[in-house]
């Protein structure tokens, strides 16, 4: 089916891609100690956006939103 279909394999790709981010951002931010809202105040960013950096379904958060998540965390953003 993956061959009749190419793009379900990319979607899979990119599906996968979103849940390690969310997974490892969620991982950092535990062994931090912090809460989504402490994210929140450090980053700038908003708490739904710190929770859609972290939702294991949806659009893959902007770079830039990465970013200040992980300066939140005081994590380079080319870590981890």
Known sequence: ?????????????EFRA????????????????LTQEQVAERSGMSLETV????????????QADVALYRAALQ???SAG
Do not use: S
């Open 18 to 33: 979103k849940i390690d981010l969310a997974m490892q951002l969620r991982a950092l931010r535990d062994a931090a100690n």
């Open 51 to 62: 929770q859609a950096c972290e939702a294991l379904t949806g659009v893959m958060p902007d």
């Open 75 to 77: 994590i380079h953003p």
């Open 1 to 13: 089916m993956l061959e009749a279909r190419p793009e379900i394999a990319e979607r899979e790709i």
